[in-house]
Nanobody
């Protein structure tokens, strides 16, 4: 049973930065791609960035492209989301989720939440104006 734990959330001012981590235990991420989702109050959960199991491919939603960078350290079974130039509309609970994939170069930011295999409990990010 893979367990994912997010950390690094918090309160930041407009234009600031945060670096989220998603640490896995109870298994390896070697054959999982990771997608970061976020859910703002009253809104649906949306995928914003993903990284393939190999780490060679990454994708971003238009809303975060150019501001967020996803990376992974497979030796540490940890995935990161560096968030720069944060805006109030980035305020949300951020979740990492894993999807099994034997095609290690694959990831999708549009995978429906119900189709992801494992989830973390989320990290709150609040961006003040």
């Amino acid at each position: 049973q893979l367990r994912l734990v997010e950390s690094g959330g918090g309160l930041v001012q407009f234009g600031g930065s945060l670096n989220l981590s998603c640490a896995a235990s109870g298994g390896t991420l070697d054959y999982n791609y990771i997608t970061w989702f976020r859910q703002a109050p009253g809104k649906e959960r949306e995928g914003i960035s993903c990284i393939s199991a190999s780490g060679t491919n990454a994708n971003y939603a238009d809303s975060v492209k150019g501001r967020f960078t996803i990376s992974r350290d497979n030796a540490k079974d940890t995935v990161y989301l560096q968030m720069n130039d944060l805006r109030p509309e980035d305020t949300a609970v951020y979740y990492c989720a894993a999807k099994s994939s034997f095609i290690r170069a694959l990831c999708s930011v549009t995978t429906l939440p119900g189709n992801m295999d494992w989830w973390g409990k989320g990290a709150q990010v609040i961006v003040s104006p």
